[in-house]
């Protein structure tokens, strides 16, 4: 498989002088396309820094990130904007849904930024729904949701835009055993299913197993590449 994302050198830190932390320290990193890599550490380690800039949410303080090829940063940020609502989705351990939306809606929404009908967001949201197992919750809102059922719409939402690549920012660490294991099947399958690339940080190292490829980071840094059955 080709390298999809590569990381080279990257520095990120907060604040200045006296109170600036250093967060990632020369971090390199190579991303093949279609895999399913889990970034396993401490809280503290840099975990959701580095997906953060992996996933050009954020900019590193030094060295690079690209995309097959492509130093998104150094575009405009409307294009980088678009770039990122196109290629990547996107799953936290809080999920962010719009609470005065129905799952439906919430769903919707990235297709709608990229500009797309309301007709044709809303049948790419109903195929998805159905497809993570909630055909018949639609209509309801995240309050009227489990969490299982909330993180599931949050799944949804992100590949409504068949993205390149999924990141997973502790996507089970809000959930108990039970659920977090139903979403994590569910992650996996939709990857297996799609072909995507799925990047999951996570201090869990059950799940972390789950996935073929892991790194595990301390303090700032990648300490060890694992393989896993």
Do not use: C
């Not at 195929?127 to 197992?133: E, I, P, Q, S, Y």
């Not at 995507?196 to 303090?219: C, F, I, K, Y």
Request: aromatic share 4%.
């Amino acid at each position: 498989m080709a390298v999809q994302i590569e990381a080279r050198n990257l520095h990120k830190s907060y604040g200045e002088g006296a109170e600036r932390v250093e967060v990632l320290k020369g971090l390199d990193l190579d991303i093949e396309s279609g895999e399913s890599l889990s970034i396993l550490g401490a809280s503290g380690a840099g975990k959701s820094t580095l997906l953060h800039l992996l996933g050009t949410l954020d900019k590193p303080s030094e060295g690079r990130v690209t995309f097959e090829g492509v130093d998104w940063f150094q575009r405009r940020d409307s294009e980088l904007s678009g770039f990122r609502n196109r290629t990547m989705g996107f799953v936290f351990q809080f999920h962010h849904l719009l609470p005065m939306l129905s799952a439906l809606e919430n769903v919707m929404l990235p297709g709608l930024i990229g500009g797309q009908s309301k007709v044709e967001a809303a049948e790419a949201a109903e195929r998805l729904l159905a497809k993570v197992g909630l055909k018949d919750r639609l209509k309801h809102r995240p309050s009227e949701l489990s969490g299982g059922e909330q993180q599931r719409v949050a799944i949804a939402r992100a590949l409504v835009m068949k993205p390149k690549v999924l990141f997973a920012d502790e996507p089970t660490g809000n959930l108990d055993s039970r659920t977090g294991d139903e979403v994590a099947d569910l992650m996996l399958d939709l990857h297996d299913e799609h072909r995507m690339t799925l990047v999951v940080v996570t201090h869990n190292e059950r799940l972390a197993q789950r996935l073929p490829r892991g790194v595990r980071m301390e303090d700032g840094r990648v300490t060890r590449f694992e393989k896993h059955p």
